[in-house]
């Protein structure tokens, strides 16, 4: 197994790899432990079916289905379906938004923040469609020790629904809401947003970009140092930008990265589908002790 550097500071690609079949247990353990030690790690080349990404997704931890249960194939609910595709009758085959996301951390509105997310690209645009990542370590090393003592207590309230809800307001086709007992399936939760990586040890900064409460400063002051902290960890030279071939598997660790997408008006008249999973790993000081009675909600009717 070779690896070659995506960034001085983070991420990682693994050559001579086929994630396509099952692996032997000191191949995977290695693999595990390269995802920990860089926060990211890229396998080329790949041929993944729904069941071979399944499959590696079981391997890592405990996949989350997720909440946008109509994009999730119905074979294998562990994967679904990001990007701007159809089906013969004109109906959205995957989750798209307009305009694309900026930097942001997958899963905080769970208590598991220990989360890797696998995006694997089936289909690109002849231009456009990138994913950025940067190192939360590297972020929290490098922002000034006042950002850091004010960062070190305090604690913010994230909410899937202040994230989902405008989503959904600005466009109402793109997903289907959630029910009364979804909703209720995803309450909002505190994080510590300075916290220790429980298998590096390293100091990280867990973010998220529309919190709805801070416990200790007012929202604005709070989102304030958050962008502080954000214009630090994302300088041109701490930013990984990948460019998609078809085949790629990117797997990063929110604990340990942002990331962002990228505009989508250059592409939206082309083609882009990737196939995601989110998988909560171990160890983790949080453990979501409900996640397979959530999964039971979101799983596909």
Known sequence: MQTRPLMPNFGLEVLGVDLSSPMDDDSFAEIRDLYFSHSALLFRGQ????ASQARLAHRFGRPKIETRKQFNLEAHPEVSTIGNVKYADGQDAAFFVKGGFGWHTDGTSACHVDAATFLYAVEVPKAGGDTLLCSTATAYENIPQILKDRLSDLKMLCSFHAHNDPLFEGDPDSHIPLTEEERLALPAVWHDIVQVHPVTGRTVLYMNFDPIEFDSVSLELGEGWL?????????????YTHQWVPGDLLIWDNHAALHSGTPTAC????????????????????????????NAIFLKS
């Open 47 to 50: 041929d993944l079916s729904p």
């Open 227 to 239: 962008q502080q902290a954000l214009a630090i960890a994302t300088q041109e030279q701490y930013v």
């Open 267 to 294: 592409y939206e008249s082309d083609r882009r589908l990737m196939h995601r999973s989110f998988v909560y790993t171990q160890p983790t000081e949080r453990t979501l002790e409900n996640l397979d009675e959530v």
